[in-house]
């Protein structure tokens, strides 16, 4: 039998700023939600003739609000407004707010941590600098999700 071993907890190795974020990336969220903006912005999509279940348009709304509030809050926004029976809105949620992450440095909060941990080293990359390598990337990208989507629905 395998001895379970307890390693205790340093306050210290924990990333206080991060959990901080994300915490509050939560509340703010949860506040959106309740106030009923989400629906409110999905109801006037569909009155423009805008379908949140339809793959282009997910695509376009995830890719926009994924550089509003970073991916991970968008896709929490999002998947209120999927049929859970249609997989393939879950696929391209997965994907284009993946993707659209890499766009601009708060496209996704990896982004933010992985420049943070570089700063630690002297490597510093700014909002421009990761800019032009995020826009190509993520239009390519977006591109082939495209294609991919088109094969598929």
């Not at 629906?39 to 695509?59: P, W």
Request: charged residues 10%; proline residues 4%.
């Amino acid at each position: 039998m395998q001895q379970a071993y307890a390693y205790p907890l340093d306050p210290r190795l924990v990333d206080w700023h991060l959990i901080t974020l994300f915490c509050g990336l939560f509340i703010v969220i949860k506040g959106m939600e309740t106030t009923g903006l989400p629906l409110m912005v999905m109801e006037s999509l569909a009155s423009g003739g805008f379908d949140i279940r339809n793959v282009f348009t997910l695509t376009a709304v995830s890719g926009i609000l994924s550089n509003i509030v970073s991916n991970v809050p968008a896709t929490m926004l999002l998947t209120k407004f999927l049929d859970p029976a249609k997989h393939l809105q879950w696929y391209v949620l997965a994907i284009s707010s993946t993707f659209a992450g890499n766009l601009i440095t708060i496209g996704s909060i990896a982004n933010l941590i992985t420049f943070e941990q570089a700063r630690v080293y002297g490597v510093k990359v700014d909002f421009w600098e990761h800019a032009k390598v995020g826009v190509p990337v993520t239009l390519v990208s977006f591109g082939i999700a495209i294609g991919w989507m088109m094969f598929f629905s």
